[in-house]
């Protein structure tokens, strides 16, 4: 089956860290795909919260997550990590990874830019 497998979730109290992995199952990631991360908690829309333009560099961020969470490529494993540090209750959801052609400024955060999208891993923060 070919999607992004995101794992990496669990449960851990206010001020803890987590790494989550986005591996690339039958494909590789191209040098210039755009690998977002997008959280969702029941009766809200996904919402962006970090996302890498491989080859590229640029790397986008939603103002809640920025100077905490960072986004990067493991090229060994074929997959993109997102390290979350000093992490709050309003960071629970169910976090998702998906696969964009390219992505700027003006989309990078929206879910209908991406094509791909692999089954969530759930984080839960407990005050």
């Known amino acids: 089956q070919v999607q992004p497998d995101a794992s990496g979730g669990g449960s851990v109290r206010a001020g803890g860290s987590l790494t989550l992995s986005c591996a690339a199952s039958?494909?590789?990631?191209?040098?210039?795909?755009?690998v977002g991360w997008f959280r969702q908690v029941p009766g809200k829309e996904r919402e962006g919260v970090a996302t890498i333009y491989l080859g590229v560099g640029d790397t986008f961020y939603a103002a809640s997550v920025k100077g905490r969470f960072t986004i990067s490529q493991d090229m060994a494993k074929n997959a993109v990590l997102l390290r979350m540090n000093s992490l709050v209750p309003d960071d629970t959801g169910m976090y998702y990874c998906g696969r964009a052609p390219y992505c700027g400024t003006s989309n990078w955060y929206r879910p209908s830019h991406y094509q791909l999208w692999g089954q969530g891993t759930q984080v839960t923060v407990s005050s």
């Open positions: 039958g494909f590789t990631y191209a040098t210039k795909n755009c």
